[in-house]
Every structure is written in C-alpha cells, then in structure tokens.
C-alpha cells in the first residue's frame, strides 16, 4: 500500500539504515506521511458518537435563554416573576443574578454575560431559565417581561463614526494607518475599485450544546464542544467569582468548527444555573439560536487604488478596509490586523499605504472564521489584479507573475518573509493544468448546467470563464500573542499515549499526535486522551497553531521519551543513543551489532515525559502598522472554471484547481480532505453564504434561508500541487492548510465569473443579476 | 405537541376523524408541516396521520383525466411512468428539493400548504386542474385556483382527496431558477402547456406572487400563432416575445406610491426578476415547441 508522495518524506530526518527488512510484507503505515484514520472516524459516520447534545446526567435540568428581539433598545424593566412562578422552572437568572465579573470577552471583556441596561445586537441574552422540561424552560423564558424602549439601530458601518457610542468603550474598535514606502509615488496606470463582502455564518453542522454539572467543592464542570477549553474556563470562572481550579471545562465531541466555537454568552449562563440549582443543567441551541448567537465573518466594505507602470509592475497599493464588527469587539482586532497586512496580497508592492478600521454597529457579532481578515482584502487585491489586466491588455495570469512575492520579500508591515513563499510556483502550476474538458452539447451528454439537475439551464446561455487567484494566510496567533502548548507522552504496557489540551475540530489534530509518536518511538498503539481544563494548557483550535505548537510539544516530549528508552540501551553496548534508530517497530544501531524490537523494549516499562513548544515572539503593528507580526505564512494558487448562464445569472463552479504551500504533507488523505472542505467553505461565501440583515433584524436564522453548498453545488476539488519546501522554524516544516484555500476560493470564483460575463463582480458573495451579460461572442 | 394523534386506515376514517376534530390538522408528508411546529409557528391541537390511508396514494384514470391521490409522493411523481402521463407535473416534483423532502412531501400537501414557492403549483394552474375536498357535509370539487386564491378555501372538516388533472397528451414544460446548482426555492418558475385539441398555450409563474399567475392575454396571443395542424413550431423571435410578455403581465411595475418615483425606473431586483420570468418563459415555450 503506498499512500502519494510519503514514500520520499515519510523517512526520518538523518541517514536511515536500511536494514534487512526489503522482503517482508509491509505493514499498515503508520508514522508521518502515513493517511492514518482518525480514530473516530466510523463512530462519527455510524452516528454512535456522543457530542454535548447526546450528554446526559441524573436529574438534568434544562436551559433556555432569553434573547433580545431587537437590535438596539434600552431596557426599561425585566419582570421575571411570572416565569419563576411557572410550575418545573427551578431557576431564573438576570444580570443581577452574576456573582463575578458581569462582563467577558474572548480578547476584550466588553460584552456582558446578559444585556443590563440596553441590547446591542439582535439575539443578545437577556435571561436564562432552568426548568424540568426544555418546552418548560422555553415557555418561562419567554413569560419573562422585559420593557425595551426600541432605539435606532446603527446598521451602517459607514455610519458608526459619527454616532453616538454604543458602547462604552465607543464605536471604534481598531484602526490602523499602514505606511509602507514613499506617498508620492504615482503609476503609469491605475484602477480604482469597490468591493464589498457579505457576512458568513460558520454555520456548524451541530449547533451549539452543553451540560453544566455542579462540583461538591461550590465549582461546576462545563461539557461542551470549546475549542479553546481554557479560556472558556477563565471566562466562566470570572463571571462565576470563582478560582479558574474550581471551573473545569470538558472538551465533547465538536461537531464542526469553523471559527471560535461555542458562545460564551451561552455556556457561562449554562454554569450559573447549575451554581444556583446545584443540579446538572443541559441546554441544545436551535438552529435559529445558533445563527443569532455566534460570532459571523466581518463583512467589509473595501476601496482600492492600484498603480502599476506599464509594465505592469506594481509600483502602489492604496486600500481603505471597514470591517463591520457588530456590538463587541471579540476577536475584530486581529482580523483588521491580518486584512492591513495582507492588504497587497502576496505580490511585490514598494509603496502600500492602508487604512483599516473596525467599528461598532447592532449588526451580528462578528468574530473569528477561518481566514478572517486575510478571505475579505483576497477578492478586493484579486479583483484589482483582474482589473489592471484588463486596463493593460495583459494575461491576468502574465500580470500577476510579473509580481509575485518570494522568500527575501517585505511585506507591507516591514517584515521579511523568511519562511518558503513559492507564490510563482504554485501559480505556474495551476495555469500549466490542462482545462477540464467542454461537454458536448448533445442530448446524451451529461452535462450539469448551472441551476442544477432539473433545472432551466440552456446549453446555448451559458459561458465558461477561468480565474485565478492568490491568497495568503498568517499561521499561529500574531502581534505577540504569546503561543505556547504543553503536552505529555506516556509510554505504558506497550502503547503510548498522549495528554494535550489541543482539541481536535476535525482538522485533525488528535490523529496528528498519534503520528508523530508512532514515528518517534515506533509503537504503534497511541491513544490521544480526551481534553480538559485540567490540563496544562494549550491554546485555541484555530490558525493552524496546533500542527504547529501542539504538534511540536507532542514531538518533543516524545524525544524525549525516546531518550529515555534508548539510554540504557545504548550504555549497554557501550555506543550513544543517537547512533540507535527505531523504523518499522524495531531498533537498530547504526553498525546493525544491535537489532531488537520497540516491544520487546517498552514491554512493562513505564515511561513519560511533558514538554513545551514556543515558537518564536511577535510584536504588535506600531502606529504605522508596522511590525514582525506574524510567525509564519501560507500561500495558495487557485484556478477556478465557472458555468455562467448569463440570461439568469446562475452559477455552477465547474473545478476549483489549487495549488498549495504545505511544507510538509503528514497525512496525505487528512489533507486533501481539509483543502476540499476549505475550497467548499470559500464556493459558499463566493455563490450563496449571507446571513442578511434588515434593518440589524436578522432575517430568516435557518439553513432554508442561509443556503450552504450541497454536493451539486461543490465542484471538482484537482490538487495539483503540494509545494513541500519544508519551513525551517515550523515542527515538522509543515504549514497549516485548512485556512489558505477559503481565502484564495472566494477571489478565484469572482475571476472567472469576471472571465464568463465581462461584468466587474465586485460584491461576494455574487448575486445573479451581478452576472448576466447581453449574449453575444464570448470576450 | 399536539394531544390527539390519530392514525386512521381509511378514506372514511380519515374523514369521520377530521369532522370528529375540525381544529386537528392532517399530516401527510410534514415537510413543511413539521418545520412549522418545531419552531413553533403552529401547534395543532391533534395530528391525524394520512400515512395509512392507501385511497390517497397511488391514482386512476377517469374520462380523459387523471385522479391523483393527494399522499401522492414528489418521488413518486418524478418517475418515468407518470413523466409520461403528466410530464409539467413531473418535472416539477422532480424539481422539488433534495431526495429526503422529495420521498416524504406530497402533491396535497403542496396545495394545502399553498407556499408561494410550491413547485406543483404553476403546473396545476396551468393544467386548470380541480381538487376533491371531502368532508361533512359531503364531497365537492373546486378549481385548484380557487383554492389557492382564497376565493373558495378549505372548510372546516374538509380533507383534500385528490387532484384530478386532464390529460392532454401534448409536450409540457416547466422550469425553475433558484440562483443555485443544488436545490433550493425558486425565484421564480414557469410552466408551459400546450393543449392541441382545444389549440391552447397556457402558462402559469410561479413563485413571484402569493399564489400561480396566469398571462391569459399572452397565452391567447401565442397561441394564435401557433400552426397546430402543421409542425407546431414558433419562430425564435416569437419565443423571446412571448416570454418578455409573460414577464411585463406577472411583474407589474410598482406603483408610483411616493410620488417622486418616476414610471420607468425598475428597482435592479425587479428588472433581474423579470429578466429572469421572460428567460424561463421562453426557455419553456422553446422546449414545449420543439
């Protein structure tokens, strides 16, 4: 069985003897580079797995949550009584009702665990309920009297400066002025551009559960699917009044994580009632909950100037960048940091100047998403690109390689690009793909036309177009965050396991830790431990850091271990440890004197060792956005062919092409699968994903309102190319992949849209009246 | 939840269980039904299930028309055999959401239903199709049309029977644009039928309006120009004539409320709308016609 392009990379670093193994059959590959399945994976498509909605404990309680109607009022009264009185409720609980600290935040403690004196966006808690029945509680919930005095929202981010505050820390959450280069500075040729991007909802496919179960010692255990299970622990602990030790969160099975997953705003009420009724408390958000309570995407509203010479070189970039951030500030500021920075894309531009802001409105709350910041300026820089091409009557393939950024390069924040940037590379490898082949117009062609299988579709309405794009994403927390995993590998009865609180969303990280142990200490059998607050930490599911920093501390501390179990060994034949090396289960000594097996060795002996992985620091952008913010980055090259029948406007992603920056593969099957989730997630946001909005109502919060891609709708996934220039500072060499191709997606659609139609396509995600075109020869 | 759920096995039962229980709402598929009560539009005060009652399913001919069962499934409805008995009515159902809504919706729930985005609806519009209500005071037949416009709707007790819909042994069309590849709602649907033996074109949209609209004029006029004797085609140009009608008939400008708005000045959403009605219009004649 041979897995794709492990057979080079899956040997370990320095000269592997080849030991007399060649006639034997091969075993099951394990180890790196090796597509090992996640242990799950059959529980979760049989549907046996337990997420936090399947928990259950003697006596539970449920919860419901008072939310806000409006999106901007200020609260005159809250009459609980009538829902206290309620036969089976067991608990109502108001702001007055927070022994700790009323506010929390994920980097800014502006939101408050329920609305006080006034709501800020539609869905705001207001109250929480326990009762004996979830019908019970829902009903409470809603018996509960609040008096608004509805006030005028602020929907228009535009707007926001000049409004009074809607918070007391005002209406602007960050602004950033980048100056990169000489102001001055003028091209030959210049185009100027509008580009507006809507909200996407993470949309999780299991919506937002818990189970809230007291502690003897006055603490609580919180059950749910976090993906960043300490600081959940904080939050809670500060709003309960408690030490963080007598708060545990317990990572469930997470179903789907796109972004910061589980809201706060749910689950610290979910533990204040179960402090108050000291019974287990559950509580499963509905579908229209989960879209009004989690964080979206930003939607942006961007303004570009490009210049270039006649060439078609880049001489400026000028950008201003409005993120909308809804009524708390969450995680806003690096997403604004991440769009200035990236502003450029990953082209050469000498001179860069960028103005980013991100305001206050009653909109949704925005937050972390995959490829925050970085998904947003991608179509606005591509959109450009695509423009200058048109303008200079080039190739728009041409134009972009006469730009491209390599290693050595500065981005537009003065940092060097020291990591692998084979931006020309993987752009060059999606243009040299043949195109997938024109159906035939013919009654037995099976052709799926854009508006899908019975659809109005018509052969002679519809035109191919072909974009490309590249996109660029920052890996592990930046501007000083501080990163940092701890994890523990323990070697007993023959098989090892490890003790990390990175959690595994899905992209894989409990399947990763099994890997690097397998290759380090050749034991096969490696059992990952669930996750909890207890403990050490090891910092959020999110920016590809737990490949990273978790997976770096896995592989340290198996080393560690490995050391431990080799030292003896090589003292006994008089030779140092390094000189052993452990492939295909067995260890063998450089000179082949010694040959034993890993089992023979591990057999009852207990062995353990904990170790950190801290990458190196980061500054924040100073007052000109300038910095060495970001540890490391990824890029992407996407080719997208589009179907376009341009009498309706209707769209069909025929083939997204990518090619990716990896470092490493070290799980081939993982991988693939994350690029097509992630070029699926970025076709979304580019033909349908919006959770509109009127007026700061959301309007229709349910998956018929907020369409998602369903398999018509997802296209052929080719990865043509996986660039493995391994990063010299990232474990392993690997870059994280999950979030470079939602970036890049979005942008490449829009081109080829562009392509089909003639039309500029300046607004994502595309409306049908944005592309129809008169019919006529296709240009 | 509902206190009372009755599951009877007959057309009978079913009748004497509703006119039992007028405030109990029967069940069918409950696509759209069920959505309703989990989120908590709608709480009946008794369920009576349809799932038993065999009379509803399947159907029979009857002088030159069909009797459709009103459990008749989409699934059902899209397959070969009745494409071939009524093909609008199958395109449609086979047009109707994923495979999961298609096995469970049916064509009377549909209609009771009466969305504005029903995809069976166009089709029975423009097939001119009558429903059998049964109930108390005995069984009566009323035009799908007026059912659905409100001007004779479902009496207390009533239950939807069946559809009786005419055989016209003649090309049918429809189409449907949902601004996506996948399934989805539409925008807007058109449905084409041509009646050769009383040389007719009807046409219904659907999905623009509360309820099918009908372009009586549009039709007349397209159908004059038809040779029904000969080889029933239209010149392009006719088509696309045709279409542009039956989108100016169904989309009306709105009116001129504030005064200011000056007649001519389509919003960007209304001329996309139209654009889309005259595409599917003449895409459908088109198709009916070759």
């Known amino acids: ?779 | 939840m509902a206190r009372t759920v009755t599951l009877p096995a007959s057309l009978d039962e079913a009748v004497a269980a509703l006119s039992a229980m007028p405030a109990a709402v029967p069940v069918a598929g409950g696509t759209d039904l069920m959505a309703s009560v989990n989120s908590g539009l709608l709480r009946p005060a008794g369920l009576i299930g349809l799932g038993r009652v065999n009379e509803l399913r399947g159907w029979q001919y009857q002088d030159g028309h069909a009797l459709l069962g009103a459990c008749l499934t989409h699934a059902r409805m899209g397959r070969p055999d009745f494409a071939a008995l009524i093909p609008g009515l199958a395109a449609a159902a086979r047009a109707a959401g994923p495979p999961q809504v298609r096995n469970a919706g049916t064509l009377g729930g549909n209609i009771v239903t009466a969305a504005p985005t029903g995809d069976a609806l166009p089709v029975l519009a423009a097939l001119e199709a009558t429903v059998l209500l049964l109930g108390p005071e005995g069984a009566r037949e009323v035009p799908v049309s007026h059912l659905l416009t409100g001007m004779d709707p479902l009496r207390p007790g009533e239950l939807l029977t069946h559809v009786r819909v005419p055989l016209l042994h003649a090309p049918q069309t429809f189409l449907k644009a949902t601004g996506r590849t996948g399934p989805g709602r539409a925008t807007a649907s058109v449905c084409v039928v041509l009646d050769p033996a009383r040389r007719g074109v009807r046409c219904a949209v659907g999905a623009v309006a509360p309820m099918p609209l009908r372009p009586l004029e549009a039709e007349a006029w397209v159908a004059s120009l038809v040779d029904w004797d000969g080889e029933r085609k239209l010149d392009p140009e006719a088509c696309t004539a045709f279409g542009e009608y039956v989108a100016e008939a169904c989309i009306p400008a709105p009116a001129p409320d504030d005064g200011s708005a000056e007649s001519g000045t389509l919003s960007a959403a209304v001329v996309h709308l139209r654009r889309t009605v005259a595409a599917l219009a003449r895409r459908a004649l088109g198709r009916a016609l070759a």
Request: hydrophobic share 40%; glycine share 10%; proline share 8%.
């Open chain 1, 1 to 779: 069985m041979t897995t794709g392009p492990d057979a080079t990379t899956v040997a370990p670093s320095g000269g592997t003897p080849v030991g007399p193994a060649g006639a034997q059959e091969a075993p099951a590959p394990f180890g790196l580079g090796a597509s090992l399945m996640p242990e799950d994976a059959s529980a979760k498509t049989q549907g046996t797995f337990p997420y936090a909605a399947d928990l259950w404990a003697e006596g539970l309680l449920w919860a419901a949550v008072l939310r806000s109607p409006h999106p901007h009022a200020r609260i005159v009264s809250v009459d609980t009584s009538a829902a206290e009185a309620m036969a089976g409720v067991c608990s109502v609980v108001t702001h007055d009702d927070v022994p700790g600290d009323p506010m929390h935040g994920r980097r800014v403690a502006d939101r408050p665990v329920f609305a006080k004196d006034v709501v800020r966006h539609h869905g705001e808690p207001i109250a929480a309920v326990a009762a004996d029945h979830p019908d019970t509680a829902r009903l409470a919930a809603a018996a509960i009297a609040v008096e608004y005095e509805v006030l005028e929202p602020v929907t228009d981010p535009e707007k926001a400066f000049n409004e009074p505050p809607l918070h007391p820390d005002g209406n602007l959450v960050r602004y950033i002025p980048l100056r990169f280069g000489d102001a001055g500075a003028v091209g030959e040729v210049v185009v100027d551009g509008l580009y507006r991007i809507g909200r996407q909802d993470p949309a999780p496919i299991g919506a937002e559960a818990g189970l809230a179960v007291p502690r003897p010692d006055g603490g609580v255990e919180l059950y749910v699917a976090s993906t960043d299970p300490h600081a959940d622990r904080d939050l809670a602990a500060a709003c309960y009044g408690l030490e963080p030790e007598r708060v545990r969160v317990v990572v469930t099975g997470v179903p789907g994580a796109t972004g910061d997953r589980e809201d706060p705003g749910t689950t610290i009420p979910l533990g204040l009632l179960a402090l108050r009724t000291g019974r287990p408390v559950k509580y499963v958000a509905t579908r229209e909950e989960s879209f009004l309570s989690h964080a979206h995407r930003h939607p942006t509203l961007l303004r570009y100037r490009h210049h270039a010479d006649s060439e078609g070189r880049l001489v400026k970039v000028e950008a201003q960048i409005l993120l909308d951030a809804g009524a708390y500030a969450d995680t806003s500021a690096e997403a604004l940091a991440a769009a200035v920075s990236f502003a450029a894309g990953p082209y050469v531009v000498p001179h860069v100047f960028v103005e980013g802001w991100a305001v206050r409105t009653n909109n949704p709350p925005s937050g972390h998403v995959r490829g925050e910041g970085a998904m947003q300026v991608c179509a606005a820089y591509e959109g450009q690109m695509d423009k200058l091409a048109a303008k200079l009557g080039l190739d728009p393939v041409e134009l972009r390689m006469r730009n491209v950024m390599a290693t050595g390069d500065l981005l537009p924040t003065g940092q060097a690009v020291t990591c692998p940037a084979p931006v020309g590379e993987l752009l060059k490898a999606v243009r040299d793909e043949p195109l997938p082949a024109l159906p035939l117009d013919t009654p037995e062609s099976e052709w799926l036309l854009p508006g899908g299988l019975e659809g109005a579709g018509e052969p002679g309405a519809v035109r191919r177009g072909v974009g490309y794009a590249l996109g660029m994403v920052h890996m592990l927390g930046a501007e000083g965050a501080d990163e940092v995993s701890t994890a523990t590998v323990r070697v007993h009865d023959g098989e090892a396991s490890v003790i990390c609180a990175a959690v595994d969303t899905g992209q894989g990280f409990a399947t990763l830790a099994r890997q690097i142990v397998q290759e380090v200490l050749g034991v096969e059998t490696v059992h990952v431990l669930p996750v909890d607050s207890d403990q050490p930490p090891a910092g959020p599911s999110a920016r590809g850091r737990h490949t990273w920093v978790s997976g770096g501390a896995v592989e340290r501390a198996a080393k560690m271990v490995r050391t431990q179990l080799l030292q003896p060994l090589a003292a006994k034949f008089g030779m140092s440890a390094e000189l052993l090396t452990i492939a295909d289960g067995k260890i063998t000594s450089y000179d082949g004197v010694l040959s034993t097996t890993v089992a023979e060795e591990v057999a009852g002996k207990e062995l353990w060792a904990t170790a950190q992985c801290r990458p190196h620091p980061t500054e924040p952008l100073n007052d000109s956005g300038q910095g060495d913010a970001f540890v490391g980055l990824a890029f992407a090259a996407i080719r997208a062919v589009v179907d376009v029948d341009i009498e309706m406007g209707s769209i069909r992603v025929v083939e997204m092409a990518v090619a990716q920056d990896v470092g490493r593969v070290l799980n081939p099957r993982r991988l693939r699968a994350r690029i097509e989730a992630g070029v699926t997630q970025g076709v979304g946001m580019a033909l349908m994903e919006n959770l509109r909005t009127s007026r700061g109502l959301v309007k229709r919060p349910d998956l018929t309102g907020y369409s998602l891609p369903t398999a018509l709708d997802a296209p052929d996934v080719r990865v043509v190319k996986l660039i493995e220039e391994r990063d010299v500072v990232a474990s392993f060499g690997a870059k994280a992949a999950s979030a470079v191709p939602v970036v890049t997606s979005p942008a490449a659609v829009a081109a080829a849209v562009r392509a089909a139609t003639g039309r500029p396509v300046n607004r994502l995600p595309i409306r049908p009246q944005s592309a129809v075109a008169a019919p006529g020869p296709q240009g």
